[in-house]
């Protein structure tokens, strides 16, 4: 792995940093490159400006690994006010809720019953969807996922195309009919769980999505998001799902705020479905880390913003 991809993974679960330097005003500077603002109403106004440009998006709240059931239910509330305000305001929204912020670590029937609730309120305005965190969740997430599923069908989980296990993982949900989103995966794995190489994750995403475009061609049920920014993989996977019957209605690209912006257009220009995801809320350091890692390059706009 890049040393300085591998540096950016290391800083993001490192609780001084997280204290420190989000207080940092170059550091609260740059992080809007790819967040509106830290509220609810900040996220909702680029989901109106998105919304005006044809496009619907996901709303997501930051945070991860809370550490009371308190803490959990506050979340819970938080989302339920973002379905409402949307809902108000005629948007097409869904939300994205991370395992970890709805109390996994706590036990997976808090989680549970937590991300029930929140389908119980999504229920009728598209996908719940649920983010996959780093390898050591993907089988109490995907446990989550199944539990949820009979009772919920809106609910909709992440799949990182790094992983070694995801095929097989695949292979064991589609007979559930499932919402997939499909992803490269942005944590720091080890190379026994996930692939090192750059072209092995990009050749996965490309098999994996096919299977998935397959699936839904040859009469499976479900729906699929290509979450990813990479060109090339969109293109082709757009092209084969718009090309078949089955699939050319069930998918969308998913693409994140302030990623890509030109494959955005594009994208809308030729009317292949496009949501973007917009995250918000003050804890922004792990997952901006993150954002950085995926492409060290942008740690020159950290340092641009330092200088002005
Ligand atoms: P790749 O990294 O190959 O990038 C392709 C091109 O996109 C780059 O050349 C660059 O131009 C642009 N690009 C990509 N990332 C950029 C960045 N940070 N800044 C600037 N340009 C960038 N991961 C996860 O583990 N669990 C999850 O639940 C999710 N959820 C999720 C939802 C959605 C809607 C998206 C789009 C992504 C995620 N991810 C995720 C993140 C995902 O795993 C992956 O890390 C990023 O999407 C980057 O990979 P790409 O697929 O864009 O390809």
Same mark, same amino acid.
């Given at each position: 792995?890049?040393?300085? %991809?591998?540096?950016?993974?290391? &800083?993001?679960?490192?609780? *001084? ?7 940092? %005003?170059? +550091? %609260? ?24 440009? #044809? ?39 869904? +939300?994205?809720? @991370? $395992? ?10 808090? &989680? ?16 719940? /969807? ?18 949820? @599923? ?5 609910? #909709? ?20 009919? $499932?919402?997939?989103?499909? +992803? @490269? ?12 190489? @750059? ?18 061609? #040859? ?11 990479? $060109? ?13 019957? #089955? ?20 994208? +809308? ?14 804890? /922004?350091?792990? *997952? ?21």
């Amino acid at each position: 792995m890049d040393p300085l %991809r591998r540096t950016l993974l290391w &800083a993001s679960t490192n609780p *001084w940093l997280a204290s420190s330097l989000p207080r940092r %005003r170059f +550091v %609260r500077r740059a992080v809007r490159r790819f967040m509106p603002g830290e509220t609810r109403d900040d996220a909702l106004r680029e989901a109106a400006a998105l919304d005006a440009r #044809g496009v619907p998006s996901i709303l997501t709240m930051l945070g991860e690994n809370v550490e009371t059931e308190d803490e959990t239910r506050a979340v819970v509330d938080e989302y339920r006010r973002v379905l409402a305000a949307a809902a108000e305001r005629r948007l097409d929204v869904e +939300v994205s809720v @991370k $395992p970890t912020h709805l109390g996994l670590d706590l036990g997976p029937a808090l &989680a549970a019953r937590n991300v029930a609730d929140l389908a119980r309120a999504a229920a009728g305005r598209g996908t719940l /969807w649920i983010d996959m965190e780093g390898s050591a969740y993907t089988d109490a997430t995907l446990d989550l996922y199944r539990g949820l @599923k009979a009772e919920h069908g809106n609910v #909709g989980v992440c799949l990182q195309s790094y992983l070694r296990r995801t095929p097989a993982d695949l292979e064991s949900l589609l007979p559930l009919s $499932p919402r997939i989103r499909l +992803v @490269k995966g942005a944590y720091a794995e080890p190379p026994e769980r996930a692939f090192p190489a @750059k072209r092995d994750v990009d050749a996965a995403y490309l098999s994996l999505g096919r299977r998935l475009v397959d699936h839904l061609a #040859g009469g499976g049920d479900g729906f699929v998001g290509f979450g990813t920014h990479d $060109p090339v993989l969109i293109r082709a996977l757009a092209d084969e799902a718009r090309g078949r019957a #089955g699939a050319a209605e069930r998918f969308e690209i998913e693409m994140l705020y302030g990623i890509g912006r030109r494959e955005q257009d594009r994208l +809308v220009e030729e009317g292949v479905p496009l949501r973007i995801l917009v995250s918000y809320g003050e804890a /922004w350091f792990p *997952w901006y880390m993150r954002r950085l890692a995926e492409r060290p390059a942008n740690v020159w706009f950290v340092v641009r913003s330092l200088i002005r």
